[in-house]
């Protein structure tokens, strides 16, 4: 099958990588150290960009969690993804059928990736990590990786795309680990933080037996003493599996007992739903559902797949350190899902439900069927010149030098689990949301001059525990991996730093050449628009669930004629197609007229609500108004207007794409 051809292929490419790379000292112009999702499309960049490059993979695997298990995309505003990142969800949406998709399976994101390292045929050292670096004069001027062989890798610049900012460490580039207090930033949400979300109810002891301290601690409670609301520690929040589990029979795998399964880490499960009965595993568990039947599983409630408290040595341990952490929370998430299927003490009917999932035989043919991707959340962060903090997510602060937009809630899961007032409580969970897009500075992917002048560090990014977990989702790395290699290839051909790069460069680079490739840019015309947005009658502006910063609607049913009108600036003659953003928004009218004017007719096209359907965590879905024929200099236009509607009309975004 089709699975099997790929991991045949690159189990070849893992033995010709070696035999490619011992020996002498390997010499590129850019070395990514990470394949992650973000290592990849920096590798892809580069060397569209006419760079020798070389990617290094400690694992056998590229794509990190995206091709892991992360298939429910975490994104805020599409209107945040741009360049190759927005690419790989438009071949996956090509793959799938759809002009973009969000939402896909493990295998699917792995072809994916590979598509992008074949048809640049970017060198990848799989297998190797990192054991030190050298500098002279603030530049790295090689790294030692060692495998199955000690590899030297010389480079002009060096890009650490890995999500533990290992690149970055060994070459002694100052960085943080853990919760800056709020003091430190002046911040509101970061440090500790005991709140409501993802807790326990109250109630829930927390003694082996019930009401006797003396019998010692439930598995997996800390006897660690709260501290101040906002405080600061090293607390890592904690890590898990994004899980794909399959209901076909056909393609299943049993979910067996782990070989060192052990139930009492499972006590605190029973004891919740004793207190609070759940009708369904959605309740402890964050079922997502992927195509063909698949799933992406996520933690969800008081206990779930967070393995909370048990990763703090994962920053700063060694690799053999780091296996068994990562083999522990395997461990401890495989019998999980053993514990709820098989244990007499859950719940029937949930035990019933459970048993009707099964690992899937296509995927991660060969690791057992099981993601080779922890999902490390946070590591390191690196401390560079400029930290993005809660004020920059808020809107509070706003940079001049963006290389990239943000635009998810400030995300941080529990870092531990305790005894407050003779309960059991987790603690460290924030979700704070309710703002829009946000640029990310390019001096927060930079270190400082003293430190380091050829490195960029597009995932282990200069930002608050707080900013971060805003920041930290895979479609903004993959936006960050593109730019900090623009940045790289910009370096290397004006002969500076990183530091003294010309930013206008890169960004008019980003802009012009969005895909690396010298194809012709889409052109995106937004109603916050002024200049290619007219406006007749008087609409509402929105800004929950909109594509950019807001979006104009009309719930008037037509009573008053109103419209917008949306004009493109054409630079270059073409079959362009159109799209227009219709976002999810209650009592939508069940048909919305668009007219297009190609520079000859008026064309009308009819936008039904029942032809959009609108999956994952996007705000809407891009729906196809046709093909057309425009010319530079024309004046074209699409116009949204409110005529014969029955409910809400919205005009929020177009886009037109050159054939």
């Known amino acids: 099958m089709k699975v099997k051809r790929i991991v045949t292929a690159l189990g070849c490419l893992l033995i010709v990588s070696s035999q490619l790379f011992?020996?002498?000292?390997?010499?590129?112009?850019?070395?990514?150290?990470?394949?992650?999702?973000?290592?990849?499309i920096a590798a892809y960049t580069a060397k569209k960009l006419n760079k020798t490059v070389l990617l290094i993979e400690p694992t056998k695997h590229l794509g990190g969690l995206t091709s892991g298990g992360l298939g429910y995309t975490d994104i805020g505003n599409k209107y945040a993804i741009s360049g190759i990142s927005r690419d790989f969800y438009r071949r996956i949406g090509t793959h799938y059928g759809k002009f973009e998709q969000w939402i896909?399976?493990?295998?699917?994101?792995?072809?994916?990736?590979a598509q992008y390292i074949k048809s640049a045929k970017v060198d990848v050292l799989y297998g190797h990590h990192i054991t030190s670096a050298k500098k002279e004069n603030g530049y790295i001027t090689e790294i030692t990786v060692e495998g199955n062989d000690a590899q030297v890798v010389r480079a002009k610049m060096f890009i650490d795309c890995s999500y533990e900012g290992d690149l970055m460490a060994k070459a002694g580039v100052p960085y943080t680990v853990g919760r800056e207090a709020n003091s430190d930033y002046n911040e509101t949400y970061n440090g500790v933080q005991l709140r409501n979300k993802h807790q326990f109810p109250d109630g829930i002891d927390p003694y082996k037996t019930p009401g006797k301290p003396e019998s010692g601690l439930v598995w997996g409670i800390s006897p660690e003493k709260l501290d101040a609301q906002g405080s600061g520690d090293k607390k890592v929040q904690s890590y898990n599996f994004r899980i794909c589990l399959t209901s076909d029979v056909a393609n299943q795998v049993p979910i067996t007992q782990p070989q060192d399964y052990d139930a009492s880490r499972y006590e605190l499960l029973l004891r919740v739903l004793d207190k609070t009965p759940a009708k369904d595993l959605w309740a402890f568990l964050k079922f997502d559902l992927m195509p063909n039947k698949k799933t992406d599983i996520n933690n969800n409630g008081a206990f779930s797949t967070d393995m909370i408290g048990m990763n703090y040595n994962y920053p700063e341990a060694d690799y053999a350190t780091r296996k068994k952490i990562i083999s522990d929370h395997e461990s401890y998430t495989k019998g999980l899902l053993y514990f709820i299927g098989h244990d007499a003490r859950m719940p029937q009917h949930l035990r019933q439900e459970m048993l009707k999932w099964g690992y899937p035989k296509d995927e991660y043919t060969d690791n057992g069927h099981w993601s080779p991707q922890l999902y490390v959340r946070e590591v390191r962060r690196m401390i560079g010149d400029y930290v993005m903090t809660q004020a920059n997510c808020e809107g509070k602060e706003t940079v001049t030098d963006g290389v990239g937009m943000a635009a998810y809630t400030m995300d941080s899961h529990n870092c531990q689990r305790i005894v407050v007032n003779g309960m059991v409580k987790n603690e460290g969970d924030v979700q704070i949301g309710g703002f829009g897009p946000y640029p990310i500075s390019y001096r927060s992917i930079i270190p400082k001059a003293t430190d380091c002048k050829n490195l960029l560090v597009p995932v282990c990014l200069s930002a608050t525990h707080i900013a971060y977990g805003s920041i930290r989702m895979e479609p903004v790395f993959m936006v960050l991996g593109q730019s900090a290699a623009t940045a790289a290839v910009e370096a290397i051909e004006h002969h500076s730093s990183v530091q003294d790069v010309p930013i206008k460069k890169v960004r008019e680079r980003l802009t012009s050449n969005p895909l690396a490739d010298n194809s012709i840019p889409e052109i995106l015309v937004d109603n916050d628009d002024a200049a290619h947005v007219t406006i007749t009658g008087d609409w509402k502006k929105d800004k929950r669930g909109s594509y950019g910063p807001s979006m104009f609607t009309?719930?008037?049913?037509?009573?008053?004629?109103?419209?917008?009108?949306?004009?493109?600036?054409?630079?270059?003659?073409?079959?362009?197609?159109?799209?227009?953003?219709?976002?999810?928004?209650?009592?939508?009218?069940?048909?919305?007229l668009v007219k297009i004017f190609d520079g000859k007719k008026v064309n009308e096209v009819k936008i039904t609500a029942d032809a959009i359907r609108v999956e994952g965590q996007t705000s809407g879905e891009w729906v196809d108004l046709g093909a057309y024929r425009l010319s530079k200099g024309q004046k074209a236009y699409v116009e949204v207007n409110n005529d014969k509607a029955d409910g809400v009309v919205v005009a929020d975004a177009m886009l037109f794409i050159a054939k």
């Open 104 to 113: 896909f399976e493990p295998h699917v994101a792995s072809e994916t990736f």
């Open 554 to 592: 009309d719930n008037s049913k037509g009573s008053v004629a109103k419209s917008i009108r949306f004009s493109p600036e054409i630079i270059r003659n073409g079959t362009y197609h159109i799209y227009s953003y219709v976002p999810k928004v209650a009592n939508l009218s069940g048909t919305t």
């Open 22 to 40: 011992a020996g002498a000292p390997k010499e590129v112009d850019v070395c990514i150290y990470g394949g992650t999702s973000a290592g990849v």
